[in-house]
């Protein structure tokens, strides 16, 4: 447990940070939508990804995520932001005063495909939908209704509701929130946010960049989001 809060509380801030990790967001009413099989392919790869991170029970709310936490930023602004990362550390070496010429770095992602991404992320958002359970994961994968789990959240002590949550799935179990996946045009990128938590001091948010290879799709980048 220990393990995985070290792992959030070391994302850095780079948008708005949560006050109390997963509260109850509200999210427009969708109907009966649910997340068609191209989403799915792009999420079996995230979910992989983080279920190979974690030893713990891993809690997957079935709807996906509007709330602010999967709205409060930017995808420009993270890729600048882990581009001028990148090359802090080549000017903090170079000498006082001297010139220094950097390489240009390589683009995540062509600007085309991420402004696409990001008109049909901000549309999408707006539309959440039902997560049918995956089947090829783990016993320790659990697909559950949010209204499910977000009752146990419903108490005014703070803690409480993690409390509730860890008695119900295990001392180490971990909540899970995807939003719905954004694709370019050319259905080369797609992008998913996630936010994951175990404690109110111990979740965040991360922004998958995927990119399809082969007819696969592949984790090309994650940002961190927010975390508490």
């Not at 009413?29 to 792009?42: N, Q, T």
């Not at 939908?129 to 499910?148: D, G, Q, W, Y």
């Not at 179990?173 to 995807?178: C, G």
């Amino acid at each position: 447990m220990q393990n995985r809060a070290k792992r959030f509380c070391a994302l850095s801030l780079l948008g708005l940070a949560a006050t109390i990790a997963f509260g109850n967001p509200a999210v427009a009413a969708s109907g009966g939508c649910v997340i068609d099989r191209r989403e799915r392919a792009v999420l079996t790869p995230v979910l992989h990804n983080i279920a190979a991170r974690s030893r713990s029970t891993i809690v997957i709310e079935s709807r996906t995520d509007s709330s602010h936490f999967a709205k409060a930023f930017s995808l420009n602004e993270l890729i600048l932001h882990e581009a001028a990362s990148e090359l802090s550390p080549q000017m903090k070496a170079a000498p006082s005063g001297s010139v220094v010429i950097l390489p240009n770095p390589t683009p995540a992602i062509p600007p085309k495909a991420q402004h696409e991404l990001e008109q049909e992320y901000s549309a999408k958002l707006n539309v959440p939908c039902n997560i049918p359970a995956m089947r090829s994961f783990s016993k320790h994968v659990l697909f559950e209704a949010p209204t499910h789990v977000r009752e146990m959240f419903l108490v005014t002590a703070p803690g409480k509701g993690w409390e509730r949550f860890h008695k119900f799935f295990g001392k180490d179990a971990e909540r899970i929130t995807v939003s719905r996946v954004a694709f370019d045009r050319a259905n080369h990128y797609a992008l998913v946010h996630v936010s994951a938590g175990i404690s109110a001091n111990g979740a965040g948010g991360e922004l998958f960049l995927l990119r399809r290879e082969t007819g696969k799709w592949t984790i090309k980048r994650t940002f961190p989001t927010w975390t508490t």
